[in-house]
């Protein structure tokens, strides 16, 4: 796993061990990316679901302005920390170790508004309509902000109507949706 694109091009990532991180595959990545190209130049990103941080990162080589990742695993936050001390994107990102509930709670007080949000949760969760409900509710989401649900293919917690879908694309069996934010 490495960073694809921007001024990180080419740095390896660290991944946690086992099956309960599920990196997203470089050619996902890639598609993905050529997707969401023009929403990430200063982009304040959100990946709820880090993993490893592979997503929020290759966003900031990019050239996101910030990125917060969350995740709740300890391995997962270990690797993260890792990738961002490697990157040296220390000064630009935060990381929560917390279940999503929780992190929407500690971002609220924050203060932050996303323009581009990164849902890839682990495959058993299915219902991504509560976490994007969570985050407008909470007044995390700037206006027009880009949404990006990765899920194993098949029903998955449709988001409400203040999302618009306005892409999907399958992957052997991973999809991924693409939503507006409708402020």
Known sequence: MHIIAGDRR??????????DT???QAKVKESLFNI????????EVLDL?????NLALEALSR????????DMDREANQCIRRNIEKLRYAECTKLLKADWKQAIVQ?????????????????R?????ECCAALADAGLLAPDAMMVLEHRTGPFGMPDERFELIKERA???TEIHFYIYQA
């Open 49 to 53: 679901f880090a993993g490893s941080g």
């Open 22 to 24: 599920r990196p997203t």
């Open 63 to 70: 050239g996101a302005s910030y990125a917060v990742m969350v």
């Open 171 to 173: 992957y052997g069996d």
């Open 10 to 19: 080419g740095a390896q990532l660290f991944a946690p061990k086992g099956m």
């Open 36 to 43: 969401i190209q023009a929403y990430v130049p200063d982009a």
């Open 107 to 123: 971002m609220k007080a924050d203060g932050r508004k996303f323009d581009l949000v990164f849902l890839d949760p682990p495959y």
């Open 125 to 129: 969760m299915t219902e991504l309509n």
